[in-house]
């Protein structure tokens, strides 16, 4: 079913758009939500934020000449309706499909995303930079940063933000307020003192004022008057003092779903000669969409769904999700330590932290958009006796490095770090990608670091982890489903830098790191079936190795090929280093380190994502015999030990 959108339907670009007259962009704007939503049902995808930002969407690009001034979306969830109106319509239905759009903004996708979006509270600072950039090229052009109040509660916003005063009017940051956690209820009054404090007439009132009080007036009554001036317009606005001392000029709260309120305020903004200006704007993430509005999360991320009734398509689970499998074993730990906390950075649903919220909401911390503080936070429990696991997503703890490396590694203190979302993630490609936290975390004295290849094994790992009390410690493990297999009632405290052998062969060692170990397995199979016995091993850690096990399947077996869901300089440049510095390739011994490829993997189902990676059973298949110079797909290789 195709909803009818005769005015959409005349524009493909904003210029488009700008022809029309300001009364018909409620009717394009409603055939607009309505397009993302029938366009998101066939996808999946981030909804909620989009729905929210619609009119605010029509609003910016018909008042602002985009693409010469410069639109920046905050994370880019909300950035659908954006796609359709800047000439992507007409592969909106391949959104976060291979080969189809990003779910994000993105530059080299359209002149309309000038900067990639993905991680939170980036736009500030980008933004000013693209205002700072034509101030010193002396060419017009305005940068507009959209951030929501949840990416505000990051440090890195308030850092731009105390920067951007050399900015002048070339900086708008409109603050899309879609909890109304900082604002009241806004209304008539509101949209009209709104009005008055962005005009130009206001506006130039104001500084010739503040210029007469600077020139004039003694320091006792200078400071009555900028205290006077305050007052008034936190009166009028119900706040923007903080905004303001930052060098603002605070405009707000307006309603973001009436354009007879945007409108006039946004062309107020464009036009004023001071700067920088922040807007504060309202609205109600799934807006105009009953289900949304109706849903706890606003359907905040979707899979394919059905129109009319909202009813999501979803299949049934083959098996538990890591991020559940991990709050449920955190819980059963935290029954019989009372020292076990729980910190996540705004993501507790997906780390499966909300979980044990429930079970133990003294014990759980949801800090928001703030992993630095996150992690330090993880730190200070440490050192005062508690036990703290820091359940943040692979790439959203790239965030807080600086804070891993000094604030836990060097002090050695027992954080336990949970990292979801390790390896590739499918529809959010390279965004989201765990590619690099073994690399990451494996290169720092004092830290172990482990890898579940199932649920079971993560269950064992959460439990390890409990009671591991020498230094930083952390477990990874991907999203989605495990892989089914059951989980013993009883845990088993693993042996720090320890693996097992899954299989026994005497040819071809292949030294597993993560979920790769199924498709081990099945190469395994093959291999044997070609006449190479092989044998597989769940290494289980990264670091410390298993020096032992590694030493005796390469004294024992021909070909060695370690397989791993990370980045150059993992799991495999470890052992590789270890048995070079060993010497245990001075006698022939053939070594493969088979990792995830020098290159930002775009979106696409997780399965053809490692096939493309070269990660999969054929592909180790291949790398063995490549190895071996094998190239009879039946014979045994010449002096092969079979």
């Not at 951007?164 to 307020?177: F, P, Q, S, T």
């Not at 949209?191 to 020139?215: G, P, V």
């Not at 059905?306 to 299949?315: F, L, N, W």
Request: with cysteine; glycine share 8%.
């Amino acid at each position: 079913m195709t909803a009818e959108t005769p005015l959409l339907d005349t524009v493909n670009i904003p210029a488009d758009l700008r022809r029309l007259a300001p009364d018909q962009l409620r009717q394009l704007a409603d055939e607009l939500r309505t397009e993302m939503i029938h366009a998101v049902s066939q996808t999946g995808g981030h909804l909620g934020a989009g729905l929210g930002v619609v009119e605010l969407t029509v609003a910016l690009h018909y008042v602002f000449n985009t693409p010469d001034d410069k639109l920046i979306w905050d994370v880019g969830h909300q950035a659908y309706p954006h796609k359709i109106i800047t000439g992507r319509r007409d592969r909106i239905r391949t959104l976060r499909q291979g080969g189809g759009l990003s779910g994000f903004t993105k530059r080299t996708e359209s002149e309309y995303d000038p900067f990639g979006a993905t991680h939170s509270s980036t736009s500030i600072s980008a933004a000013l930079g693209f205002a700072i950039a034509n101030k010193l090229k002396n060419q017009p052009g305005k940068a507009i940063a959209v951030i929501g109040d949840g990416s505000m509660s990051a440090g890195m916003a308030y850092e731009a933000m105390n920067n951007a005063r050399e900015a002048g009017n070339r900086l708008v940051v409109i603050l899309n307020d879609n909890d109304m956690s900082i604002a009241p209820p806004v209304g008539a009054l509101s949209a009209y003192l709104s009005r008055l404090l962005s005009s130009r007439q206001f506006l130039e009132l104001r500084e010739a004022l503040k210029q007469i009080t600077n020139k004039v007036l003694p320091p006792p009554l200078k400071k009555a008057a900028a205290r006077a001036d305050e007052y008034a317009r936190g009166f009028a606005q119900g706040g923007g003092t903080l905004f303001e001392e930052l060098g603002f000029y605070y405009v707000g709260p307006i309603d973001g779903h009436n354009l007879d309120h945007l409108l006039p305020v946004l062309e107020n903004v464009r036009d004023a000669a001071e700067g920088p200006m922040l807007i504060h704007v309202v609205t109600q993430k799934g807006k105009g969409y009953a289900p949304a509005e109706a849903a706890a999360d606003k359907y905040h991320g979707v899979v394919k769904f059905d129109v009319v009734s909202g009813t999501q398509h979803k299949a049934a689970p083959k098996a538990p999700q890591y991020q559940n499998v991990f709050g449920d074993y955190l819980i059963k730990e935290a029954q019989r330590d009372e020292s076990i906390v729980a910190i996540t950075a705004a993501m507790p649903t997906g780390t499966g932290v909300d979980r044990f919220a429930k079970a133990f909401p003294e014990r759980s911390f949801d800090v928001g958009i703030a992993e630095q503080h996150a992690v330090t936070f993880a730190a200070g429990l440490a050192a005062q006796g508690m036990r703290p696991f820091c359940a943040i997503y692979s790439t959203f703890l790239q965030r807080a490095y600086d804070q891993v490396v000094h604030d836990v590694a060097i002090q050695n203190l027992p954080v336990r770090f949970a990292i979801d979302r390790a390896g590739l993630v499918g529809a959010d490609g390279c965004t989201h990608a765990g590619a690099f936290d073994v690399t990451y975390l494996a290169t720092l004295p004092n830290f172990v670091v482990m890898a579940a290849a199932d649920e079971a094994e993560l269950a064992d790992m959460v439990h390890t982890c409990a009671l591991y009390d020498d230094g930083p410690i952390a477990v990874r493990y991907p999203r989605g489903e495990g892989t089914g297999v059951a989980i013993p009632e009883t845990r088993t405290r693993l042996e720090i830098g320890k693996g097992r052998i899954v299989r026994e062969g005497k040819t071809v060692a292949i030294l597993s790191l993560g979920t790769r170990l199924a498709d081990a397995l099945k190469a395994a199979d093959e291999l044997d079936a070609k006449g190479l016995s092989t044998t597989v091993a769940d290494m289980r850690f990264a670091k410390p190795l298993d020096h032992d096990l590694i030493r005796k399947l390469a004294a024992t077996h021909e070909v060695l090929v370690t397989i791993e869901e990370n980045s150059i300089g993992g799991f495999g440049a470890h052992v590789l280093t270890w048995a070079t510095d060993e010497g245990l390739l001075d006698a022939g011994l053939k070594m493969r380190t088979m990792r995830l490829p020098d290159i930002f993997q775009d979106h696409e189902t997780p399965a053809k994502q490692y096939a493309e990676a070269g990660l999969d059973a054929p592909a180790i298949v291949a790398t063995v015999l490549e190895a071996l110079r094998h190239n009879s797909v039946n014979a045994v290789v010449e002096g092969a030990r079979a």
